[in-house]
């Protein structure tokens, strides 16, 4: 471990709480047979996690965040994701773009949670395949693996708000039977983000799988309806 990587996380474990580390495992399911289960929480809040990963960014190696990324510490490894996100998001160098990302591809493994997912993808991988072929995407939905399916599914968050909706859409089509609730938020999420941008899209692919679909996907899907068409769904009388 180097001295930059080392000072890192001493500075992150100089700002932790032992309250948030003794709240955290809770919170993000980190027991015995949860989705998070075994991480480790120093209990660092995200503001402590980005202004450190913005003191850092422009100077760190590749093999320094890689470090920090494989460390057993969430809030470690969220940290290294805001430096891997402010990095990409000051170049403009498509070569060097692609190196970021395939670094990202490379270290998924280590996405493994839902923050560290949401925080991370869709300004990393969402920005660099706008305008790129999505087979990707739809091979991380088959993987069988849960974070990187919710990867596949929020990356389209950046597509979403650019008006681009039909990857989305069947990324979501993909993933509408899944068995885990966090895939159900995803899918739910990312369909109101369409509806927040073009209704009749969003309406169109909910009259198709409203009835058949998970109820919580549903539920996040509508939470901006009107009441009475919220109604009418959860009813199944559309």
Request: proline content about 3%.
């Amino acid at each position: 471990m180097s001295i930059l990587t080392e000072q890192i996380i001493a500075s992150l474990a100089d700002n932790a709480s032992r309250g948030k580390a003794e709240y955290f495992p809770r919170f993000f399911k980190s027991g015995s047979g949860e989705y998070g289960e075994g991480d480790q929480f120093l209990g660092v809040t995200v503001p402590v996690q980005r202004k450190t990963a913005k003191a850092v960014y422009k100077e760190i190696s590749l093999d320094e965040i890689e470090q920090l990324l494989h460390n057993n510490y969430h809030e470690v490894r969220l940290t290294a994701l805001f430096v891997l996100v402010y990095r990409y998001q000051k170049l403009t160098n498509e070569a060097e773009r692609k190196l970021l990302v395939d670094f990202y591809l490379k270290n998924l493994d280590h996405v493994n949670n839902w923050d560290l997912v949401d925080s991370s993808c869709h300004p990393i991988l969402g920005h660099y395949f706008l305008d790129k072929d999505k087979t990707l995407f739809y091979e991380l939905a088959d993987s069988g693996q849960l974070w990187s399916q919710r990867v596949a599914m929020i990356s389209s968050y950046y597509w979403i708000k650019r008006g681009f909706y039909d990857d989305a859409l069947g990324i979501a089509e993909k993933l509408i039977d899944h068995p885990h609730d966090l895939i159900h938020k995803a899918v739910g999420w990312m369909l109101r983000e369409i509806g927040n941008q073009d209704f009749e899209v969003e309406m169109a692919f909910l009259r198709k799988h409203y009835k058949t679909m998970p109820r919580t996907a549903l539920r996040y899907a509508i939470e901006k309806f009107e009441p009475s068409l919220r109604r009418l769904f959860l009813n199944g009388s559309l």
